[in-house]
């Protein structure tokens, strides 16, 4: 019998907004012959948070069971990185979990790995449209891991993607992830308020 291997990836750019306008550094890691590594961060202005996007996000009932468990277990495996570190534990953005199951659910559904969506979408637009608050966040992104501890290994072991896990001026986050299809899919969405 023979081992069979699955492929894994996590993507990586990062965008700062400044006052001269926005620099891009994309930085592209890999883990060995299994992996490879990616991030997104920007700041911005604050838009308007809607109450409608907080209910959509704990309407447990539509969210399978597995996924809301590895969601959450990705949600506490990150905190547990950040206490230990030094910062403080993340709360848990209702809208920001919004933009991240909507991300890993695209990606599946149309097979690509990207921060930007196939339409030209950028996490930070995602963010704004599923009604967080504020236009300011990161992105992690991970395709193929098969558990919510396997993708934080990984993400740990990325220089990109740890350094948002563990920027302590962060203040939510929002876990998705889709099983299936063209996944895992998982993306990590969080916000500096």
Not at 37 to 51: I, L, R, S
Not at 69 to 74: D, G, P
Not at 103 to 117: A, L, Q, R, T, V
Request: charged share 20%; aromatic share 8%.
């Amino acid at each position: 019998m023979t081992a069979r291997s699955t492929k894994v990836a996590i993507a990586s750019t990062v965008a700062v907004v400044g006052i001269g306008g926005a620099s891009v550094y994309a930085f592209a890691g890999d883990d060995g012959p299994k992996a490879s590594v990616g991030v997104a961060a920007v700041q911005g202005a604050p838009a308007a948070d809607t109450a409608q996007a907080s209910e959509q996000a704990t309407a447990q009932g539509k969210v399978p069971k597995k996924v809301l468990a590895a969601e959450k277990a990705v949600f506490d495996i990150t905190n547990k990185q950040r206490r230990a570190h030094g910062c403080k534990a993340l709360r848990l953005a209702p809208t920001l979990t919004i933009a991240a199951r909507r991300h890993s659910d695209d990606m599946s559904k149309h097979h690509y790995f990207s921060h930007n969506s196939q339409n030209g979408t950028s996490p930070w637009t995602r963010m704004k449209r599923a009604g967080y608050p504020y236009s300011v966040g990161a992105e992690n992104i991970a395709m193929g891991y098969q558990s919510a501890k396997a993708v934080m290994v990984g993400w740990m072991k990325s220089p990109g993607h740890r350094a948002n896990i563990l920027n302590c001026r962060l203040k939510a986050l929002g876990v998705g992830v889709h099983f299936g299809g063209y996944g895992p899919m998982w993306t990590q969405d969080f916000g500096f308020k």
